[in-house]
């Protein structure tokens, strides 16, 4: 061999040596790893690894939804205990481990609970909330993000209801957990959604619902729309407030102080009178009448607007002395 091919041997060998440490340098730790399964593999932790290097098992992964860190010393003990050429330039290197989940919505979790609290018996307008405010749930990737509930105990005197948790709804139990809602029995009851001065109409258009817990619903609030819709305001009416009965009434046909005409009709004859409203009145109701002839006053019923009807004198006797015998 002459001297030329000599050197131009330890030259390639000396090329060589550097690409080998070129390789080995190359293991550096990753900033974050998402991994799927339930262990943390040397390749999560390091790019550049040799495929059967990099499938070592090192750790158990953190639970779905959590995340797991390695700091700069782990990552040192860890490349000195698998051979590894790395070692931490300063004490920053670390790797963060996230496990891949899906998490299954809050509101998912409430609905299921409550469908299976009133599956239990509870009133139909229960309202939960969880005492947990800040509970999440996460599955594992690919599993279906869905409960069910066990157990359900509901307190009506303490208003809290209990029940353990199972997820997924169906298959393997992977998550079994106790939880506490507080439950309110809520219903929806009609307001204003304006302004009504004394004397407005009530409207359809002037309706909105809102929800309430059923003990603040006293037993004069108007709860549907047949005693509202078609009724007048007494006085004025404050907007996206419950109503109460005695606010409303029958629109004013016969205002008090109206002369109106008295309507005294029989098989036999009918006889018609002036009078003057004592009161205001709406149809149907009952108001007093002055006749405006004889001033005499009378009780009428209000028949439309600036009419009102009277009953013949026998009829009224009649229903004095039964009214006073009851």
């Not at 340098?25 to 339930?38: F, I, L, M, N, Q």
């Not at 105990?153 to 998550?175: C, I, Q, S």
């Not at 108007?222 to 996206?240: C, F, K, Q, S, Y």
């Amino acid at each position: 061999m002459t001297r030329r091919s000599f050197i131009a041997l330890l030259l390639a060998g000396t090329l060589l040596t550097s690409a080998l440490a070129g390789t080995a340098d190359a293991a550096e730790p990753r900033r974050e790893a998402t991994v799927s399964g339930d262990q943390v593999r040397l390749g999560d932790l390091f790019d550049g690894l040799p495929a059967d290097q990099a499938e070592r098992v090192i750790a158990t992964a953190p639970a779905p939804g959590q995340r797991s860190w390695f700091d700069s010393p782990t990552l040192a003990s860890l490349a000195a205990a698998h051979g590894i050429d790395w070692k931490p330039a300063g004490g920053a290197d670390r790797t963060v481990v996230v496990r891949a989940s899906i998490e299954v919505p809050r509101e998912e979790i409430v609905a299921s609970l409550k469908q299976a609290v009133l599956d239990a018996g509870a009133p139909a307008g229960l309202e939960l909330t969880l005492e947990n405010r800040s509970f999440t749930l996460f599955l594992p990737e690919g599993v279906e993000p869905t409960v069910a509930f066990r157990n359900v105990r509901y307190d009506e005197v303490r208003n809290r209801v209990t029940a353990d948790l199972v997820a997924p709804a169906e298959g393997p139990e992977l998550v079994r957990q106790t939880i506490g809602a507080r439950a309110q029995d809520m219903v929806e009851v009609p307001i204003l959604n304006r302004r009504l001065g004394s004397g407005e109409v009530i409207g359809d258009q002037d309706i909105a619902w809102i929800k309430v817990p059923r003990e603040r619903v006293s037993a004069d609030v108007v709860t549907d729309l047949e005693n509202l819709v078609g009724l007048a305001a007494r006085r004025t009416l404050a907007a996206n407030q419950p109503v109460r009965g005695r606010d409303v009434r029958t629109p004013v046909v016969v205002a008090r102080g109206a002369l109106v005409t008295l309507l005294l009709q029989t098989p036999a004859m009918t006889l018609t009178a002036q009078g003057k409203a004592l009161a205001d009145g709406g149809l149907g109701e009952s108001v007093r009448i002055v006749n405006t002839t004889s001033n005499r006053v009378v009780d009428a019923t209000v028949a439309g607007p600036d009419l009102v009807t009277v009953l013949p004198p026998a009829v009224t006797a009649a229903r004095r002395i039964h009214s006073a015998s009851n």
